[in-house]
């Protein structure tokens, strides 16, 4: 049976970020190829001023196939609006703001409200936030401009660390790559998650971030220390995330005192060694709840938790949901990673548990004490 092909319409506008456009415009063209040749995939058209050719802020020039005058939005499935980064340099830092074109923004308060998706990269959820349509909305946006988002537009819940948000109808990505992401998140709604794998392994994507992960990935922070002792300790945490990890272990690895390592990896890190252990045990379990057929059990013990409950309580605390209903979410069909035996979870969490004297307790997250209760030592990290 024919289907008609799903057509993208992408704004394009002086100062745009190529990626933003050609990202998604990639992933949908993948796809369609990918599809056998029923008119299941997608049609993509840029849409632009005029004839002109659109001078993006890397210098590359885009040509429009359409203008927004003859652009009704009539047979289009889903609008894109991509995001311009105007940056400022001031001394060692710079000063990011969203681009908002008049014509983008007409535009799209025009169609948006006769296409069945609207969605936005980057810098573009600024644009949609002024046509009205993240009102009530959770959203994300580019990290630089994430701050600007919330406090032009109180009425929009921005959820700065996200990669994508779905409110709705309406989709949200982070910056720039992570259209990408979100463009391989619509291809598994449109035709499932097997096929937006299969697009992602063309693009020789090395994975597919789900919408609720980081911007800023583990080798990111890494990069973001000016201190190599930092950098190189946590390249060997995140390698050993399965073992018992204390401070003063890692004081000692480092050749700090306690205090004084403490203090070293806040101010280079921005978090504590408990907070960076418990998130990086949690980004580990996703990968595995995502990618493998090991039990819930045996992924908290690969992992580093100490039991079956602080598993669950860490995995919701990052975030808001189970262990369990984040496989169900995000069930993959990767390749199975070789399964842990019970006997081998229990030989771990036993191990673990004859050691948990003393040293363990500034490697975990405590949980707030109950009100009149005394505040109870943290579990192993």
């Given at each position: 049976m024919s289907h008609?092909?799903?057509?993208?319409?992408?704004?394009?506008?002086?100062?745009?970020?190529?990626?933003?456009?050609?990202?998604?415009?990639q992933v949908f063209s993948t796809a369609s190829r990918l599809l056998d040749r029923s008119g299941r995939g997608y049609t993509v058209e840029l849409v632009g001023a005029g004839p002109a050719p659109v001078h993006c802020a890397g210098g590359v020039r885009l040509l429009a196939d359409r203008t927004f005058a003859d652009s009704d939005g009539e047979g289009v499935d889903t609008l894109v609006v991509p995001g311009g980064l105007r940056i400022r340099p001031e001394g060692v830092d710079a000063v990011v703001e969203a681009v908002i074109?008049?014509?983008?923004?007409?535009w799209v308060a025009r169609v948006a409200p006769r296409v069945r998706r609207v969605v936005s990269v980057c810098a573009g959820a600024h644009t949609l936030a002024a046509?009205?349509?993240?009102?009530?909305?959770?959203?994300?946006?580019h990290w630089a401009t994430a701050e600007a988002l919330a406090e032009r537009h109180p009425d929009v819940t921005v959820d700065a660390d996200a990669v994508y948000v779905r409110s709705g109808p309406v989709w949200t990505g982070a910056g720039v790559s992570a259209g990408i992401d979100m463009s391989l998140a619509l291809v598994a709604d449109d035709h499932g998650r097997r096929h937006a794998l299969a697009t992602a392994k063309w693009m020789v994507r090395y994975l597919q971030r789900p919408g609720d992960q980081s911007q800023f990935s583990a080798p990111l922070k890494r990069q973001s220390t000016a201190r190599t002792d930092i950098a190189e300790l946590l390249a060997w945490i995140d390698a050993h995330l399965a073992e018992r990890l204390t401070v003063p272990d890692?004081?000692?690895?480092?050749?700090?005192?306690?205090r004084q390592f403490a203090r070293v990896f806040l101010r280079e890190t921005g978090s504590t060694p408990a907070t960076y252990l418990d998130a990086q045990r949690v980004h580990a379990?996703?990968?595995?709840?995502?990618?493998?057929?090991?039990?819930?059990?045996?992924?908290?013990?690969?992992?580093?938790?100490?039991?079956?409950?602080?598993?669950?309580?860490?995995?919701?605390?990052?975030?808001?949901?189970?262990?369990?209903?984040?496989?169900?979410?995000?069930?993959?069909?990767?390749?199975?990673v070789p399964a842990v035996t019970p006997q081998e979870t229990r030989s771990i969490?036993?191990?673990?548990?004859t050691r948990r004297t003393g040293s363990l307790r500034s490697c975990a997250t405590p949980s707030p004490a109950r009100p009149g209760s005394s505040p109870t030592a943290p579990p192993p990290c």
């Open positions: 008609q092909p799903r057509r993208i319409a992408i704004a394009v506008f002086d100062g745009v970020e190529s990626l933003d456009v050609t990202g998604p415009a074109d008049p014509e983008v923004l007409a046509a009205g349509l993240l009102t009530g909305r959770r959203a994300t946006t890692l004081a000692a690895r480092m050749g700090l005192g306690e379990a996703r990968r595995l709840l995502q990618e493998s057929d090991l039990t819930v059990a045996a992924i908290g013990a690969r992992c580093g938790f100490g039991s079956v409950h602080s598993f669950h309580r860490a995995f919701k605390r990052h975030t808001s949901v189970t262990p369990q209903v984040y496989r169900r979410h995000f069930t993959s069909a990767a390749a199975p969490w036993s191990s673990r548990r």
